[in-house]
Every structure is written in C-alpha cells, then in structure tokens.
C-alpha cells in the first residue's frame, strides 16, 4: 500500500531559494535605510576626548569619583537608585553606606569612609548590629586620622548600643592612652581582662597607662606646688615693691599684678623685676635714653641696692659705636629722669637705684625703669633743659 501523501504540507526550501530571500531582505534593508533623513550624531562623545569621557562611564571607570568631582548623569542615576529614601528602607540604607564606607577604608580614603558612615548612622535604622558597627568603623577611621578625640566619642556611643564590643573596648583603652586619660584607659583594660585574662597587647598597654598615671599624678603634685611657690613669690614681690615706697604706673598699694610689672620692650622680655633673696634687693630690667643719637640702652639687671655710677662704669667699659667723640664717659655724663608731672629731675650719680625710685613723682612704667643720658654741658644737654 502507498504512503498517503498531504497535498497541503510545506515542502522545505531549496537553497538556491533561501538565498534569493536573503537577498530580497537586505535588500529592503538597505531600501529603508537609505530612506531615512541624514542627520550628524551629536550625541557620541567626541573623538579627541573619548578615553576622558569612558573613564566616567560608571560601566568603564577605574576608580570611583572624588569629593567635588562632576558626576555622569547614569552614576547619578544609579546612586540615586542606591540611595533613595522612597525606594530603600532605612535599614537598607544604612548597609549600602556601610558597604560604601568600607570600600573607601579599604582603599585608606579615610575621610571619604568617615562621611559614608555618618552618613549611615543618620539612618537611625534601629539594628544594633549596624548601629554598633557603623560607629565602630567611624571610629577605626578617625583612629588612623590620629583623631583620637573622635575616635574615642564614637567608641563611647557603640558602647552604649553593644557595652562589650571587644573592638571597641580595645580602641578605646588606646585612645585614652593617647589623650593622656589613663584612669579611664585602665577601666577599659580591666573590662576586656574580665573574659580575657591572658591578652598580652591589653595586659601591655594596662601596664602603660598605670606608669603614665602616676608619672601624672607626680607631675601634677610638683606642678601644684611650683604655682603655689610662684604665687607665694608674686605675694612677696610686690609687698617689698609696696613696702620701698616704689610706685607703680596703674597700681597702687592694694591692686599691683604682674601684668604692671612685664617689660613692654622686646628687649627686656623674661627680665621682669625680681627679689634676689640671698640679697634681699630688687632687681630690675632698666632703659637708658640717649636723646642725641635717638637710641636707647638696655641693663637688664639693676640692683636697687647699686649706684647709678657703678652700672655707669659697666655700660661705658667700652666705647659705644655711635660715639665717635668719645664724650661718654661714666665721669662726663648726667642723668635724668622725667616726673609724672613732666618735670625733669638730675639724678645724683652716686645714688642707689632704689633711693631715685622712692623720689618724689617718680613712677615706674611698663615695670621698667628709664633714664636720660646725656654729655655734661653739650649742646643737646642744654637743648634738652630748655623743653
């Protein structure tokens, strides 16, 4: 019997007509193309700055972008999608911060890592794993920003999330060893000894901080009794000051402070009066004034128990520069000094410095002592007593 034949079956086609098809469809391919509008592509990037524009493509670029930089619109697009409070959970949120913070720790961009943190701790996503993770991260990268002030605050606020954080226990007992808090570093070293008896890093810096603490304790005890015995020393000074009958511009017997008595010359800084106790003098920074050549000497100890002639004898042991005639000598001078009326007084060259400075009108300015100089009988003597 014959095989039964389907007239309406599809008979395969030959090659030679599957390739006339193919022809007709390029064909009207290349029809319909060709009939399109010619229009330059504008929007491609351009060909002297392609690499440049490849490199922020967020498929193609190498690194991520920096604080500041401009953004490509789809990296925008995707950290917006990333980070969208209307399309994530705060919880969701805070992980993709983390993951961002960590990435950037990683790669030692510390400061970068500090921001993606805070910025996942605003989430308040209410875990306390990620919470305390988050703020013990925070404080990991402030730790190597040596910001140790941070660091420890953030160790203190994951403390109160997860109080036996052993990571955050650790860096907290370092940052008190470094702020000098080391009564506070100890009670860290002791919460972590508590479960780990035999940590030789922790059991070390315990050890540290208790040497530290009383290298401390003994420099605050001689620190406190060095300001008292300074104190005490002020007190002294200025009750001889009061008790010679020296007086003092802006001070009087009941209101004299050190600030009336430092020198107010470069010259004399750190020369500020003092008592001599072996000696029981006082001895000051004092000016000398030399109105003819317009310039001043400085002695910067001047018994009040020396004569003027003696420290006379000092500062002219070799001629000065400016003195070309040699004209001052300790014998060839005069001094004077100006009252707080602006009267001139001579001053007897045999005199102590301590018996001028009880003289009447004298005061003592800037806590320092000054003097006019001048050549017996010389011109600018004369002019000078003619003001």
Not at 19 to 33: F, G, R, S
Not at 113 to 125: D, H
Request: charged share 35%; aromatic share 10%; glycine share 4%.
């Amino acid at each position: 019997m014959e095989p039964e034949i389907n007239p309406s079956a599809k008979q395969p086609m030959t090659d030679e007509e599957r390739l006339k098809l193919a022809k007709k469809l390029d064909d009207e391919l290349d029809e319909y193309i060709n009939s399109l509008p010619k229009t330059k592509y504008e929007d491609g990037w351009p060909e002297d700055r392609w690499e440049e524009e490849m490199d922020k493509h967020p498929f193609f670029m190498k690194e991520a972008p920096k604080l500041g930089d401009e953004l490509h619109p789809l990296y925008e697009g995707l950290q917006k999608l990333k980070y969208d409070p209307d399309e994530n959970e705060p919880q969701e949120l805070a992980i993709s911060y983390k993951d961002d913070g960590n990435f950037n720790f990683k790669h030692k961009n510390y400061r970068l890592a500090i921001v993606a943190y805070t910025e996942g701790i605003k989430q308040k996503c209410g875990d306390s794993e990620i919470d305390s993770s988050l703020l013990n991260n925070r404080a990991a990268a402030h730790w190597f920003l040596q910001n140790y002030r941070s660091c420890l605050r953030d160790c203190e606020l994951a403390l109160k999330i997860k109080p036996n954080y052993e990571k955050v226990l650790n860096r907290a007992a370092n940052c008190c060893y470094h702020l000098a808090r080391y009564d506070k570093g100890i009670e860290y070293c002791d919460n972590i000894l508590e479960s780990d008896k035999t940590n030789k890093d922790i059991l070390n810096l315990r050890k540290k901080c208790v040497n530290a603490l009383k290298l401390k304790e003994r420099n605050d005890r001689k620190r406190d009794a060095d300001n008292k015995k300074a104190n005490q020393s002020v007190k002294d000074l200025i009750a001889e000051i009061v008790s010679r009958g020296y007086k003092i511009e802006g001070g009087g017997k009941d209101n004299i402070d050190l600030s009336k008595l430092e020198p107010c010359f470069p010259e004399l800084a750190n020369q500020r009066v003092y008592l001599n106790r072996e000696t029981n003098c006082l001895v000051w920074p004092v000016v000398l004034v030399y109105p003819e050549y317009k310039i001043m000497d400085y002695i910067k100890e001047f018994a009040d128990e020396d004569s003027f002639i003696e420290q006379l004898h000092i500062v002219f042991e070799t001629y000065p520069e400016w003195d070309r005639a040699k004209a001052y000598r300790p014998d060839n001078v005069n001094i004077y000094f100006e009252t707080i009326n602006q009267n001139i007084v001579k001053v007897d060259n045999e005199k102590t410095l301590g018996y001028v400075l009880k003289t009447q009108g004298y005061v003592i300015k800037g806590g320092t002592p000054n003097f006019i100089v001048l050549v017996k009988n010389s011109d600018a003597e004369k002019a000078f007593l003619r003001r």
